[in-house]
């Protein structure tokens, strides 16, 4: 249930709630994480429309794209965090129409600890997910 926030300068992106979408459907994908309502309801990207003004590099260039992903602890292993990255930042380029844009494109992965993914009015820890989701898909296959 990763929150994903993407930070560039405004008219980086024509259609954003696309990229949002994109951005986070890959994340799931990437997880592995079962298909139900739980997990889609709550895997989401914010895209930040910035200034042009109000980023720079060290040289003055501002067509950077910062895409910072929150997953609770452990959600991605190497193999993972390595997809991630990759398929974040084909994205943001594919999104922002600039296969440049790739290389100027960083990914921060950061991990809630546990306790520390607020759900429902609550701070759960990763089994308390883990039994939430396995709860709902309890109640899925009991329905069909």
Do not use: C
Not at 82 to 105: C, F, H, N, S
């Amino acid at each position: 249930m990763p929150m994903i926030d993407v930070y560039a300068a405004a008219g980086t992106f024509a259609d954003k709630h696309q990229l949002a979408a994109d951005l986070a459907n890959a994340v799931m994908v990437v997880e592995g994480v079962p298909d139900i309502p739980m997990f889609r309801q709550n895997t989401a990207a914010f895209v930040h429309e910035l200034a042009a003004d109000s980023l720079s590099n060290v040289d003055g260039d501002n067509t950077y794209v910062r895409v910072q992903v929150l997953t609770n602890t452990g959600a991605l292993d190497r193999d993972k965090q390595l997809a991630v990255v990759e398929r974040l930042t084909r994205i943001a380029a594919a999104a922002a129409g600039d296969p440049t844009l790739a290389e100027r494109t960083w990914v921060l992965l950061t991990e809630a600890i546990p306790g520390g993914w607020g759900l429902t009015g609550h701070a759960h820890t990763n089994d308390e997910l883990v039994t939430a989701a396995r709860a709902q898909i309890a109640e899925l296959q009991a329905r069909s």
